[in-house]
């Protein structure tokens, strides 16, 4: 893996906002209005976010209408997939994101916004 994306990715985890978007998006995907309704935070705030872990290689994108979907990208090497692993293993007991991925069930549940 290129350095440049090495450090893009240790730039994407030292932000809180963009760790809790990964974190909700191991549970599988979400939209743009799924993701501002679980964080709490305006709609520019979170596509700037995301838009910074598409491009260090952590979210995909899926469009379908004119709504965009993200989801976690498949590991391209071992230190990325560490990474993940990292995320889901060392923040399971962060209240703030249990309660992100409870939220995130209820919105699933209900069949979210889009």
């Not at 990715?9 to 209005?33: H, K, P, W, Y």
Request: glycine share 6%; aromatic share 8%; charged share 25%.
């Amino acid at each position: 893996m290129p350095t440049a994306n090495v450090n893009l990715m240790f730039r994407a985890f030292s932000d809180e906002t963009r760790l809790r978007i990964l974190n909700l998006l191991q549970q599988g995907e979400l939209c743009v209005g799924d993701i501002v309704t679980i964080l709490g935070l305006p709609q520019p705030t979170v596509s700037r976010h995301l838009l910074y872990l598409k491009r260090a290689l952590l979210v995909q994108t899926r469009n379908n209408g004119l709504w965009m979907f993200y989801s976690l990208a498949k590991p391209k090497g071992a230190f990325h997939k560490k990474l993940l692993e990292c995320l889901k293993s060392c923040f399971e007991d962060v209240p703030a994101m249990n309660k992100d991925e409870r939220k995130a069930r209820k919105i699933k549940k209900s069949g979210g916004c889009c």
